[in-house]
């Protein structure tokens, strides 16, 4: 079996140069046909031009054919002209018409020829690994465009109609739809500072130096004026999406660096809209006041937000009709397709930004579409999305190349090399200007490798050609110079700096994206941290993006699903519907990586029991119900709305009070279990009064037995009460008799004091000084003891 493989691999490896050169020669009809004109070679019929043939002269004629089409391709019939020689055919029915079928025939050849590209370069995996796709297609078209050229034909060009209308769309739609939304707007300060203020700081930075360097006498560049070199550099200044998705997904860059770049490139389309035709329009005119750079200003907001707000009127249509096919699955992609290419065409109608548009509307209709839609029109849309974006992308580098061949240029040493090196000097200086006024707010800091790979990785593309395209020559004789200045720095960024991301990354040790995807249980913690920080920020008083964007889903619950998302599924609870959502997403990941469960293989003997439908309904209602509670609209407490509670200081008194007898009752029970003796010493005595004070009461007999003033409430521990002789004043403590010890100790309970004299003694009339003095000390204020407290430590007559 190796010996056999071995013997595979050269053929496997030269399958792709076999591909090319099938697509080379089915190219040859387009080489040998160019210009409408019949090849005699190919056709059964000599080349004469017969009259034409109108459409609708002869009753149940209901062709239609253009006027110049028939003239030169279409015979008469036998009864249409009997005075013009026919001509027999060899056979009736067969022959050759290559100009019937020539402009499909053409899309066709050139589509092949992209996907057997894309096959070869992923056939061939050693040169995948050290060259882009991206800058072998363009060697793909610069080759096949040498062909054209050499066989003595005009090789098609990249027109910006095709490009801007038919090319680019599938690409962002693809990049919009499938947006990290959570990432993007995370970082979409960051992402909208880097887009919007790094790209006007380019397009003026770079505009103002050439404008410096056409000044240059000897350079023969002064005929080109100031709004001219702003043009220019507002064409060249901006990031190209389509270069950074074909080099930044090869590379697998970490996911805010690829979100930073990709967003940039996404969101500065409306400041290069705004600034293209601000400029092109100023060239125009003979002179440019203060209102019309104002309006110009102006003009950005309206761009921006038209389109957005184009997008999301569009989003929210789709999302609606989505609501209602549920008896109609085939044609639920259509609707996703169509609605969004109709909001891109609605965006350029109105000179709005038609990518801004496919973002928006993306982003709005996916959440409402996946929950209406069947799971299999979910999986036909991703898959066709991707591989319309894919044909696209690979079409735009390989008509790069033919275009490089077949355009006319104008080559100036001293205005391209100085493009190129002012390009990359404003790229370097705005991020790091840009960086270090963005890590004075951010929490996570971009590092110094972060900012190398985001200045290394502003690639320009086919959007910045097909601008410089579009200028007409009347108003831009520098057109051509302007054009190979614009295809020269896009062949650097894309070959010498796509071809060396990948190792700088290495050897910088960036931190590149995780392959495994985060499981339910990472899912489900983090909108648990996020319900968490939305509650901190209203006790704080902050209102940060974790309030607001708990403001946007409790309004989207309460009104947006209601209308947007058909049957029970909008009143589903969070969580249940998100892990169906995460279910069906790990068994599709499953199936497709070749893990197919088939449900005959099972056993036949399950090792649980199966489930009823009606038991299944019941647990079901159970987890909808009780598994999880969604937070409730309750009183918000926060440093601007908390008021002085006037019962606040009572109520602590009383949890004081509350607190010390609790502890009193403790210290007492630790008395328990000490063993009782026949002597009582002073602590246990301490320990009598401290258990019950109420229980014992005064004997008739006791005249001669001391006396001691106990107030009940005293919340002091039995240590701090000291027992002292009355009688015997100013002698020491004798030995107690046989007398007293039988007839044990003899309390007086003194009188409960009236209210609100808690804290003060009250001496009685008969009281001497030194009475009133031991009374004093025994008595502390505190909590009445409650009547209920349970049998006394020592009982009565013991």
Known sequence: MQAKGSRGAPSLRALPFLFLVAALLGLLPLLHSHGLQPNPMLASEPPHHYPAVISGSEPGDFTAAPLDVSQEIRPLPNHSSPGHAKYRKAFPVLGIDYTHVRIPFEISLWILLACLMKLGFHVIPSVSNIVPESCLLIVVGLLVGGLIKGVGETPPSLK???????????????????????????????????????????????????????????TGLNDIGLLANLLFGSIISAVDPVAVLAVFEEIHINELLHILVFGESLLNDAVTVVLYHLFEEFANLEQVTVTDIILGFLSFFVVSLGGVFIGVIYGVIAAFTSRFTSHIRVIEPLFVFLYSYMAYLSAELFHLSGIMALIASGVVMRPYVEANISHKSHTTIKYFLKMWSSVSETLIFIFLGVSTVGGRHYWNWTFIISTLIFCLIARVLGVLGLTWFINKFRIVKLTPKDQ??????????????????????????????????????????????????RPLVDLLAVKKKQETKRSINEEIHTQFLDHLLTGIEDICGHYGHHHWKDKLNRFNKKYVKKCLIAGER???????????????????????????????????????PALSKDKEEEIRKILRNNLQKTRQRLRSYNRHTLVADPYEDAWNQMLLRRQKA???????????????????????????IGSDPLAYEPKSDSGNLPIITVDPASPQSPESVDLVNEELKGTSCLPPSPEEDEEGLVMRVKDPSSPGTDDVFTPGAGD????????????????????????????KGK
């Open 160 to 218: 910006s109609d095709i490009f801007f209308l038919f090319l680019l769309p599938p690409i962002i739609l693809d990049a919009g739809y499938f947006l990290p939304l959570r990432q993007f707007t995370e970082n979409l300060g960051t992402i909208l500072i880097f887009a919007v203020v790094g790209t006007l700081w380019n397009a003026f930075f770079l505009g103002g130096l050439m404008y410096a360097v056409c000044q240059i006498s000897g």
């Open 452 to 501: 190398f790979i985001i200045a290394y990785g502003g690639l320009r593309g086919a959007i910045a050609f097909s601008l410089g395209y579009l200028l007409e020559y009347e108003h831009f004789p520098m057109r051509d110079m302007f054009l190979t200045a614009i295809i020269t720095v896009i062949f650097f960024t894309v070959f010498v700096q796509g071809m060396t991301i």
């Open 570 to 608: 909008s009143k589903e609870p969070q969580l249940i519907a998100f892990y169906h959502k995460m279910e069906m997403k790990q068994a599709i990941e499953l199936v497709e990586s070749g893990g197919n469960i088939n449900p005959k293989a099972l056993p036949v003997k399950r090792m649980l």
């Open 662 to 688: 609790r502890q009193l009752e403790q210290k007492i029970n630790n008395y328990l279990t000490v063993p009782a003796h026949k002597l009582d010493s002073p602590t246990m005595s301490r320990a009598r």
């Open 768 to 795: 001497s000084p030194s009475n009133q003095r031991i009374m004093r000390c025994l008595s502390d204020p505190g909590p009445q003891p409650e009547p209920e407290e349970g049998e006394p430590f020592i009982p």
